[in-house]
Each structure stands twice: as structure tokens, then as C-alpha cells.
């Protein structure tokens, strides 16, 4: 019987896949650099407020954050509007004093980064920043997204 | 002869084949954990604790701009109501007074490196409230200094390297931003 041979191009069909390797690692890198791991498991609520006249804080190693805001206290219940500082809320507001100084110790350059609630008070902020001021710690950053 | 006991031995090779696997579960990784997030806000100087020894320099009540922000986020300016846009261009209007070219008006600044902007709000003062305050004073300084660039320079305020003297003339000398955070009120009054 006749048997009809089936015609195929003469070209290779496979996508070159030896430089796969390469551009996985070129993307690998990046993330790698661009990364940051979560520094801290928050215990407030904070919820950013918005403003138009921002800046970038290019050199994050100078900076610390302190978050202020409701106390998350389950899933959806918040209590009163408290500070956190790393990884710890602190109850006892002049004790911000001791631990800004010491962390200006190691840094002198130190922005403190406020993260805030945008409806907390403002006369707990104003404590925290006079105990900035006694802790000597004054450049300061209000965290905020940009206004859209 | 030497040539003769050449035998065929396989190629050194490392598999490779995996090395793409590896690579991609590095990448998945970090993909997953990663978060591109810039910080950006409101950048601000507080200022040092003052000695309990020297009296604060005297300031001229025309030289201050008393902005009053209450809990309910009216706004008091100079003792007169007004709203929050109005803010910006208020606050311009009393810095440039008394500018070269500028007409002197009575009970505002004497020039822009004498004025004073102090921000005082009620301890109730929602936060984002205050903030907008903020933002409308910052946005005001910025837009003079933003005018006095293009006017000088031919360029934006922005493109000026923050170390360059053309920078820090207008920071510093032209339009110096002085902004003071009073205590703010119990509230209850």
C-alpha cells in the first residue's frame, strides 16, 4: 500500500530554553535587593491618612517607626489608641524618652518615622513628640500616602 | 604511542537541568514575601527642648501667623474664621508681605525670613485633620520656593540637588520654612 511519508518543516521546533536559568536569576536578584521582610507584626491599627506635599525617605536604614493607633484586639475589635514601638506597644508614654535616646545612640542620624492613625487625637501625638524632643530626637517624618 | 591510549572519556558537566527549578522557587519566594512599598510623608525639624535659663528670642506679633484648628476641624486664622482652602494662599499672601515688589500690609509678616507660622489645634483634633493643616502650610512654602527657582534658576524647585548651594540659599535664606507646633488646648473651652 502506498504509504505517504508526512511532510514536516526542516526547522527545529523548541524554544531555546538555555538562557532560561539567566532570567530567572536576573529577576531573582532583584527581588532580592528590592525586598524588604516585614519588620514588625503591628498590634495598632493604623489606617494612613493623605497629603499632597510629601517626600521620599531615601535612606531607610536611618529610620525607626512608631505606630499609633486603636489597639487591635481581635479580628475586627479595636480598643483605645495606643503606641508601639518595634515590636512591643508601650504603655507608659515617658518611657518613649529612654528608648528613642538609645536607638539616637546607635544612630545618629536617626528620622523617627510617625506612623499614625488618621483618627487618633492629636494630643497623644503631641506627647509623643515632646518625649522626641526630650529624647533629642528631632528629625521627624508624619507617614503619609499621596493624596490621588 | 601515546595517542593510541587516548581513551574516549565522558564530558565533566554539571546537570543544570535543575539549576532553572531552584532558581524559580528563589524567586517565587521572594516574589511572595516581597513588598515594594516607598515611605513617604511629611517631613518636619522638631524643635530642641529650650533652656529653662534663657528666655525665647522676642517675636513680634505681626511676624506670627496663628493658625487655630479645633476639634471639630474649623479653622481659625489671625483670629479670623476661615476654611482650610483658603489656607494656602493666606499663608503665601503673609509670607511674601513686605517682598521686594511686594506692597507692605500693615499687621502681616515683615518679609518672608521673619514670618512664623504656628499651628495650634485641640488635643480632640482628629489627626488627619491636622495634617491636612500641615499640608496646606508645607505646600504653600513649597510653591514660593518652587517660584523663586524658576525665577532664579530656570528650574523647578525639585531638580535642585538638596546639596547644591541653589538649594540651600532658597531654603535657607530666601524661604526658610518656620513652623511652630504650639501644645495644643485640653479642648474643653
Known amino acids: ?148 | 604511542m601515546a595517542l593510541l591510549n587516548k581513551k574516549k572519556r565522558p564530558d565533566p558537566e554539571i546537570p543544570g537541568s535543575s539549576l532553572a527549578d531552584i532558581a524559580f522557587l528563589l524567586l517565587i519566594f521572594f516574589l511572595v514575601t516581597t513588598t515594594i512599598n516607598v515611605d513617604t510623608g511629611i517631613g518636619l525639624t522638631l524643635p530642641p527642648i529650650p533652656d529653662e535659663n534663657v528666655d525665647p528670642p522676642p517675636i513680634k506679633e505681626r511676624n506670627l501667623l496663628n493658625i487655630l484648628v479645633n476639634a471639630q476641624g474649623l479653622v481659625l486664622l489671625d483670629e479670623t474664621p476661615s476654611s482650610i482652602t483658603e489656607v494656602k494662599q493666606k499663608v503665601k499672601d503673609f509670607i511674601t508681605n513686605c517682598e521686594p515688589g511686594n506692597p507692605c500690609v500693615e499687621n502681616l509678616s515683615e518679609g518672608p525670613t521673619d514670618a512664623i507660622i504656628s499651628i495650634k489645634t485641640d488635643r480632640q483634633t482628629p489627626y488627619n485633620i491636622y495634617i491636612n493643616m500641615l499640608d496646606e502650610v508645607i505646600g504653600a512654602y513649597n510653591e514660593l520656593r518652587d517660584e523663586k527657582a524658576r525665577a532664579l534658576y530656570g528650574v523647578p524647585f525639585d531638580a535642585l540637588e538638596e546639596s547644591s548651594e541653589q538649594y540651600q540659599s532658597i531654603a535657607k535664606d530666601v524661604y526658610p520654612k518656620k513652623i511652630s507646633i504650639a501644645e495644643p488646648d485640653e479642648g474643653n473651652s
Open chain 1, 1 to 148: 500500500m502506498a504509504h505517504f511519508k508526512k511532510k514536516s518543516a526542516n526547522t527545529k521546533q523548541d524554544v531555546p530554553t538555555s538562557a532560561m536559568p539567566d532570567v530567572v536569576f536576573m529577576l531573582l536578584i532583584f527581588f532580592m535587593v528590592t525586598t524588604v521582610l516585614r519588620e514588625v507584626e503591628l498590634q495598632v491599627q493604623v489606617d494612613y491618612t493623605q497629603a499632597e506635599n510629601i517626600e521620599k525617605i531615601e535612606q531607610k536604614r536611618l529610620v525607626s517607626y512608631i505606630y499609633i493607633g486603636p489597639e487591635r484586639l481581635g479580628p475586627t475589635e479595636v480598643g483605645e489608641s495606643k503606641v508601639q514601638i518595634d515590636d512591643a506597644i508601650v504603655e507608659d508614654i515617658n518611657a518613649i524618652r529612654t528608648i528613642m535616646y538609645d536607638k539616637l545612640m546607635e544612630q545618629p542620624r536617626l528620622i523617627v518615622s510617625l506612623r499614625v492613625d488618621r483618627d487618633s487625637d492629636f494630643g497623644l501625638i503631641t506627647d509623643v513628640t515632646q518625649e522626641l524632643r526630650h529624647a533629642g530626637t528631632l528629625r521627624i517624618n508624619y507617614s503619609t500616602k499621596r493624596e490621588i
